[in-house]
């Protein structure tokens, strides 16, 4: 579920494809076929906003148990792939990561490192310039390799 969740959220923001979200949900889905929730979510697999509020709708109906680390080494480790690459310059990827903030669920402690430091990267930015920004970036997009 926790991987599913980072796939949504690196789709909605353009860090992955729609179709490798898809592959990978159909990839699951194979596994479990009369999983509800992978049936619900294969049937709105064209939108991540419908994905998303599908997958947010499912955590608080069952309470079921989120682990952040899961979710937070695969999305941290797919963002550095696009950083590493240079997929977008440095104002876009930080301005990715604003709205990756706003718009994580509460389900996450948005004040835990290194989810904290992804709404002041661009203060960083703005304030100390580019080359703060990526030490910033660069510790935050490494926080889960090392623990």
Same mark, same amino acid.
């Given at each position: 579920? =926790? #991987?599913?969740?980072?796939?949504?959220y690196l789709w909605a *923001?353009?860090?992955?494809?729609e179709q490798e979200y898809n592959d990978y949900l159909d990839r699951i889905f194979l596994e479990s076929p009369y999983n509800e929730l992978l049936m619900e979510l294969e049937l709105c697999s064209g939108s991540y906003n419908k994905s998303l509020g599908v997958l947010y709708g499912h955590l608080?109906?069952?309470? =079921? #148990?989120f682990d952040i680390s899961i979710f937070g080494k695969? *999305?941290?480790?797919?963002m550095k792939k696009a950083y590493v690459d240079n997929r977008f310059d440095i104002?876009?990827?930080?301005?990715?990561?604003?709205?990756?903030?706003r718009n994580l669920p509460d389900i996450i402690d948005v004040y835990d490192?290194?989810?904290?430091y992804l709404n002041y990267i661009d203060?960083?930015?703005e304030f100390n310039g580019e080359t703060d920004a990526r030490k910033q970036i660069e510790q935050m997009?490494?926080?889960f390799e090392e623990s």
């Open positions: 579920m =926790e #991987k599913l969740y980072a796939y949504a *923001l353009d860090f992955m494809t608080l109906r069952t309470n =079921e #148990k695969f *999305l941290f480790a797919e104002e876009t990827f930080i301005n990715k990561c604003c709205r990756l903030y490192y290194p989810f904290f203060d960083t930015y997009l490494d926080f």
